[in-house]
């Protein structure tokens, strides 16, 4: 037992960093493995302490291609990390039993670009990447482990090498070299091992292999056809020259990715990502948002940070902190990092000045500055006091301190100090300010302002406010407190209050300078004014390009006004500036994720900003991006890692008591629980947010809790409930004025009026909602509106509509990657084919979707398209193949289905059961509650009476008045089947007139429909209807004839005799039942 805590299982393999054991953790329950370093290494302090630098690097990777690093542990004279236990074989033990598929070897290849990539994203070099060190689990996934272990041989004495020659890179081996493609090199050399079964580098010494290296002779014979197209990527990668291989990782992932011409899945169900961001962001000076930034070239601008002031006082020295930020701000070409976000880190990190030469080392790198200014307020007898602020210049390694100012201070000379120190940082940063700046510096607002800053900073909003009210009825013309308390007012959504505060500024504020500007702007934002707001803050970011938060801010207003590929081109900007800025990478991911761009989500900027939160120690980042990545998983149709994720993320949100990010993780494991039909799990999480939102106050959070509270009741048939919830959920994103989610609703509302038989209520709401998402420009939304209106000319019998509609989304969302709207697409296309006559191939269509949703563990689509499959079966006489169907959903259906579910499922049973009869049907309502449970009713008389039929009975009238009772607005193509059956017991009846009139309609209705198989039924009653008037019926036989064997061509293999028997179910002589006999 180690540290009193893993209990060692069993001894797994050793390797040349020492051995791995596979352990119980007797406090979490679960295996892990523990890697043992080797003993040589442990009298070397160099090297272990290499490697702790090193695995607190490894430690921020998170991916699902690399092996997590838990922790290092000492205990009893061993030091051992804890490590994911992954149940499966090495990628080497892989290779040598020679059986793996080409698509076997594409999917690991994949895995580790994915793997590499995220490494390299942060600057992560594996250094000793080989097959050994390569996992791969029983369902093939790949995972990439001991990254760090290659830094305890960074001291070693001894000869060898890190890394193992075969997969090292050239300039590696010679020089210890590490660059962008070292890793890059060994993945090239793993591939031609994969492909060709053999290395492409021979030699028995170490100067031997390098010299094959470097002679660029590599032969690439791949052992399948299929992976010859990776012949140029992999020897650019193994080329001896790093100026010849790919750039990085992620682009020869795109080449690869190109090369084998396979898309990743991606599942698009539409889930609330996060808690939306309010565009007011904090409390700043200067708040703006801009349309086209500067030139953000480095060498225009500098960048600082204001470390605390040290001081006795903690509110005085943050308040004059950031009295100095105020004046440094108005610097046009200084970059100065906002005083509550450089607080914020040193307090996640532990740190408190003043700071030694390291931790200003380490300060400067996640701020990204060039220098830092450290006050300090020392007193100097009875009430003096002096300040003496310094400059710290950060130079790659190198530190240089000098003097900046020293000074009397009091309450009097705040501004001159401050003026003064302007000046001086600028003869010491040699900055010249371009001329004709645009805005004028507003009078300097006076301490009390800015200790009520502080207020706000810590949370006292209250305190504030009260202290702020004070403040103005003593100085009433005091523009920048109005602007202040039009800030407090606006965040908590007291919009007239706010306005009136704005205004005070303006009637305060001299004209041209930022308090004038930002409420002028403030004032038009408010009043829906969008491009004259826009045009003020054009003016604030031009004068300041430099200002992150304003920037930052500005990405706020684009999103508030649906612009997100405004907002995301603004953020590219800002982490070229600020690649640690604690929101910006995950502010990317979002502008990606609402355009529709799940692979630039994750892989681009999720992965940054999971890293830049665990890299900068700030939890409520993490949380955020944590969630964020489940989001995406489960969009992917990846739920386990989906779940994975956001457990951890609420963990992460539990713990830090951050409720509101508590409520949204909740929001969205209900919303996996409800992909996966487990009502009970989803609605007890929606039930804890509804609460949480509650107490909060939050409008939105309320807004999506009912929205998938709607979803639940939706997933259960009860669609009245389920109106009544996306009701609710409207009502409150109107007042939130978010287009996106009105457009959601809007949507859900439309398909609620659709479900409840009232079409035109859901094409008003379907068309608004197609409206909305096409000005914010939301593809996936405006492909589920699409859809749904397919859905309706499909009910409505116009299926030529209904196919383009349908075709057209496939297009659209394949182009997105989009799996779940795909198989939607795919799905009712192969309905059209079936309805249509193309039984084989639909059939094909239709069991691959199947497979699919089996493969994504979606139980909705399994249950949906299994009934679909079953009820197809039936109706082609495929009996069997039916009755297989129903068994394999049963389970789903019974432990998962939903009312609707349920009874496709029963009715299709008492169908293969022969009991379907008119006095034990059970629903015996007129008109059914809603699509789902009328469409069952119709069918039900319609089998029974085709049964009743099949049994030599002539009189079905019973049956055909309940039916022409019904409603068939959207159940056309189940109308068109109610007249065959009319047709049928008028021609029964000799009632020939009536017959007329109903084969007409018919054929009217067939063609909207574009043609439907069963159309033969009609004609065979037409024939019979010429020869009782007398009349030449060989048109009608000869149709009959050709479409009977087009259908026959159409089926599966040896269905005829049944298909012809189960439409041989009234008597007719037409020689059409001994066809079925005799076939």
């Known amino acids: 037992m180690l540290v009193e805590r893993f209990e060692i299982v069993s001894a797994q393999g050793r390797g040349q960093y020492g051995c791995v054991y596979k352990a119980l953790d007797t406090q979490l329950q679960t295996y892990v493995a523990i890697k043992v370093l080797n003993s040589a290494l442990h009298n070397s302090e160099q090297a272990i302490s290499s490697f702790k630098n090193e695995l607190l690097l490894v430690r921020q990777l998170s991916h699902p291609n690399i092996i997590r690093v838990h922790e290092y542990y000492f205990d009893q004279q061993l030091h051992f990390i804890t490590m994911d236990w992954i149940e499966g074989l090495t990628l080497e033990d892989k290779i040598a039993e020679k059986k793996l598929t080409s698509q076997e070897i594409i999917d690991i290849v994949k895995q580790l670009f994915a793997g590499l990539a995220c490494a390299g994203e942060v600057g992560i070099v594996h250094k000793d990447l080989k097959p050994d060190n390569i996992l791969i689990d029983t369902e093939g996934k790949v995972y990439i482990a001991d990254f760090g272990l290659a830094a305890l041989k960074n001291n070693d004495n001894s000869q060898s090498i890190i890394g193992t020659p075969y997969y090292a890179a050239p300039e590696y081996l010679l020089q210890g070299k590490v660059n962008k493609s070292t890793d890059l090199y060994s993945l090239g050399v793993i591939i031609y091992q994969l492909c060709c079964h053999s290395m492409p580098f021979k030699g028995n010494s170490l100067e031997k292999i390098?010299?094959?290296?470097?002679?660029?002779?590599?032969?690439?014979?791949?052992?399948?056809?299929?992976?010859?197209?990776?012949?140029?990527?992999?020897?650019?990668?193994?080329?001896?020259?790093?100026?010849?291989?790919?750039?990085?990782?992620?682009?020869?992932?795109?080449?690869?990715?190109?090369?084998?011409?396979?898309?990743?899945?991606?599942?698009?169900?539409?889930?609330?990502?996060?808690?939306?961001?309010?565009?007011?962001?904090?409390?700043?000076?200067?708040?703006?948002?801009?349309?086209?930034?500067?030139?953000?070239?480095?060498?225009?601008?500098?960048?600082?940070a204001i470390l605390p002031t040290v001081m006795n006082s903690e509110t005085e020295n943050d308040a004059f902190t950031d009295f100095i930020h105020y004046r440094l701000s108005h610097v046009s070409n200084l970059r100065v990092i906002d005083t509550s976000r450089v607080t914020s880190l040193l307090k996640q990190l532990g740190l408190n000045p003043p700071l030694d030469k390291a931790k200003v080392e380490l300060l400067s790198d996640l701020l990204k500055v060039d220098a830092l200014i450290s006050p300090t307020v020392i007193r100097t007898g009875g009430n003096s006091q002096d300040v003496q602020i310094k400059l710290i210049k950060v130079d790659g390694f190198n530190t240089n301190e000098s003097l900046l100012l020293n000074a009397p201070l009091d309450d009097k000379k705040w501004n001159s100090v401050a003026s003064q120190a302007v000046k001086n940082l600028k003869q010491a940063l040699n900055l010249k300010e371009q001329a004709g700046k645009s805005l004028l510096l507003s009078s300097p607002p006076s301490k009390a302002l800015f200790n009520i800053k502080k207020q706000v900073e810590l949370g006292n909003v209250e305190v504030a406010k009260t202290k702020l009210?004070?403040?103005?009825?003593?100085?009433?013309?005091?523009?920048?407190?109005?602007?202040?308390?039009?800030?407090?007012?606006?965040?908590?959504?007291?919009?007239?209050?706010?306005?009136?505060?704005?205004?005070?500024?303006?009637?305060?504020?001299?004209?041209?300078?930022?308090?004038?500007?930002?409420?002028?702007?403030?004032?038009?934002?408010?009043?829906?004014?969008?491009?004259?707001?826009?045009?003020?803050?054009?003016?604030?970011?031009?004068?300041?390009?430099?200002?992150?938060?304003?920037?930052?801010?500005?990405?706020?207003?684009?999103?508030?006004?649906?612009?997100?590929?405004?907002?995301?081109?603004?953020?590219?900007?800002?982490?070229?500036?600020?690649?640690?800025?604690?929101?910006?990478?995950?502010?990317?991911?979002?502008?990606?994720?609402?355009?529709?761009?799940?692979?630039?989500?994750?892989?681009?900027?999720?992965?940054?900003?999971?890293?830049?939160?665990?890299?900068?120690?700030?939890?409520?980042?993490?949380?955020?991006?944590?969630?964020?990545?489940?989001?995406?998983?489960?969009?992917?149709?990846?739920?386990?890692?989906?779940?994975?994720?956001?457990?951890?993320?609420?963990?992460?949100?539990?713990?830090?008591?951050?409720?509101?990010?508590?409520?949204?993780?909740?929001?969205?494991?209900?919303?996996?629980?409800?992909?996966?039909?487990?009502?009970?799990?989803?609605?007890?999480?929606?039930?804890?947010?509804?609460?949480?939102?509650t107490q909060l106050g939050d409008q939105q959070g309320l807004s999506n809790s009912y929205n998938e509270l709607g979803v639940l009741a939706e997933e259960q048939a009860l669609y009245q409930k389920a109106l009544k919830h996306y009701q609710d959920a409207l009502t409150i994103r109107i007042n939130l004025s978010n287009q996106m989610l009105q457009a959601e609703s809007m949507n859900n509302i439309g398909f609620m009026y659709y479900m409840l038989l009232n079409h035109e209520h859901a094409l008003v709401y379907w068309q608004q909602a197609e409206q909305l998402f096409q000005r914010i420009q939301f593809p996936i939304g405006i492909i589920h509106v699409q859809q749904n209106l397919a859905q309706i000319e499909l009910s409505k019998g116009n299926w030529r509509n209904a196919f383009h509609l349908f075709n057209n989304t496939l297009k659209d969302a394949s182009a997105l990657n989009s799996v779940e709207e795909t198989i939607v697409a795919k799905s009712y296309?192969?309905?059209?084919?079936?309805?249509?006559?193309?039984?084989?191939?639909?059939?094909?269509?239709?069991?691959?979707?199947?497979?699919?949703?089996?493969?994504?563990?979606?139980?909705?689509?399994?249950?949906?398209?299994?009934?679909?499959?079953?009820?197809?079966?039936?109706?082609?006489?495929?009996?069997?193949?039916?009755?297989?169907?129903?068994?394999?959903?049963?389970?789903?259906?019974?432990?998962?289905g939903n009312v609707e579910y349920h009874n496709k499922h029963a009715f299709l049973s008492r169908y293969i059961n022969d009991q379907l009869h008119l006095n034990n049907l059970q629903s015996q309502a007129l008109v059914a509650p809603d699509f789902a449970h009328q469409s069952v009713y119709i069918r039900e008389l319609i089998y029974a009476a085709r049964e009743h039929l099949r049994t030599g009975k002539k009189d079905i009238s019973a049956y055909l008045a309940k039916l022409k009772a019904a409603d068939y607005e959207l159940q056309k193509y189940q109308y068109i089947d109610y007249l065959e059956l009319l047709a049928i017991q008028q021609f029964l009846n000799k009632q020939w007139q009536a017959l007329q009139a109903t084969l007409r309609e018919a054929e009217l209705l067939q063609r909207n429909m574009g043609g439907y198989w069963r159309s033969f039924q009609f004609d065979r009653l037409h024939a019979q209807l010429a020869l009782a008037n007398e009349a030449d019926s060989s048109a009608y036989t000869a149709k009959v004839d050709k479409k009977v064997a087009d259908l026959l061509n159409n089926l599966p293999k040896n269905a005829e005799r049944t298909f012809l028997s189960t439409l041989s179910y009234f008597e007719l002589n037409d020689g059409f039942g001994e066809l079925s006999a005799n076939d």
């Open 210 to 304: 390098i010299d094959s290296k470097l002679s660029g002779n590599i032969k690439f014979n791949p052992y399948q056809a299929r992976l010859k197209s990776l012949k140029a990527l992999v020897l650019s990668m193994l080329a001896a020259n790093t100026q010849s291989r790919p750039e990085s990782v992620s682009l020869a992932s795109r080449l690869f990715e190109s090369l084998i011409n396979k898309n990743a899945k991606r599942n698009t169900r539409p889930v609330m990502l996060f808690a939306a961001a309010f565009v007011f962001v904090g409390f700043i000076w200067v708040l703006a948002t801009v349309e086209n930034t500067a030139n953000t070239d480095k060498a225009n601008y500098s960048s600082i």
């Open 469 to 693: 009210q004070s403040l103005l009825a003593q100085n009433p013309s005091l523009a920048q407190g109005w602007l202040v308390l039009g800030e407090l007012l606006l965040e908590n959504n007291l919009i007239i209050e706010a306005e009136q505060a704005y205004s005070k500024v303006l009637q305060h504020a001299k004209p041209l300078t930022y308090s004038a500007k930002f409420a002028s702007a403030r004032l038009n934002d408010l009043a829906g004014k969008v491009e004259l707001a826009k045009n003020d803050y054009l003016e604030l970011i031009k004068a300041f390009p430099y200002n992150i938060e304003l920037k930052i801010a500005l990405a706020e207003f684009y999103f508030f006004i649906e612009q997100h590929s405004k907002a995301e081109q603004l953020l590219l900007d800002v982490v070229k500036l600020d690649p640690y800025h604690p929101n910006a990478w995950f502010m990317l991911g979002r502008a990606a994720f609402l355009q529709g761009d799940l692979n630039k989500a994750v892989d681009d900027y999720f992965v940054k900003a999971l890293v830049t939160a665990k890299k900068l120690k700030n939890p409520l980042k993490e949380g955020e991006a944590l969630n964020a990545f489940g989001v995406v998983y489960g969009q992917q149709g990846n739920t386990e890692l989906a779940f994975d994720y956001y457990l951890q993320a609420l963990t992460v949100r539990q713990n830090m008591g951050d409720s509101a990010g508590v409520a949204t993780t909740m929001t969205n494991l209900a919303s996996l629980y409800l992909a996966e039909a487990q009502y009970k799990q989803a609605e007890d999480y929606l039930e804890k947010s509804l609460d949480i939102y």
């Open 829 to 896: 296309l192969a309905k059209l084919g079936f309805l249509q006559g193309g039984f084989k191939q639909s059939f094909s269509e239709l069991e691959s979707v199947y497979q699919q949703a089996e493969a994504l563990n979606d139980v909705r689509a399994i249950a949906e398209f299994g009934l679909w499959l079953a009820d197809w079966s039936m109706q082609l006489g495929l009996k069997e193949h039916a009755i297989s169907y129903l068994e394999k959903v049963e389970l789903a259906v019974a432990n998962n």
